[in-house]
């Protein structure tokens, strides 16, 4: 949830700059679900593509998702220190960017 919050910031005060933002952020999120973890499982791939997939912030939650879900029957990958990393680093910027674009904002 945190994460997605900062994502939404960063994605509302793009849009708030620049309208063709609107138009982008929807295909690259749509793109992006393949990159998620959410429709295969780590266990499932090839190592050297399983480290490249853990670069993403979101494949590292979706593990965590699947370990509560079926707990040692499959093994998970994910480091909760690089999810924690990302998610303030998302909100702070999403924080910076609306305060950037403050201004243009009319109510």
């Known amino acids: 949830f945190f994460y997605s919050h900062g994502l939404g910031m960063l994605a509302g005060a793009a849009s708030a700059k620049w309208e063709i933002s609107g138009k982008i952020i929807q295909p690259l999120l749509f793109l992006s679900l393949p990159l998620s973890g959410a429709i295969i499982a780590l266990d499932n ?3 050297a593509i399983r480290e490249v997939l853990l670069w993403n912030p ?6 965590m998702m699947r370990e509560g879900f ?8 994910y480091d909760i220190g690089y999810v924690c990393f990302w998610v303030a680093a998302a909100n702070l910027l999403g924080l910076a960017a609306l305060r950037a674009v403050r201004p243009s904002l009319t109510l």
């Open 58 to 63: 979101q494949v590292h939650v979706h593990e």
């Open 45 to 47: 791939l090839d190592p």
């Open 70 to 77: 079926f707990g040692e029957k499959l093994p998970s990958y």
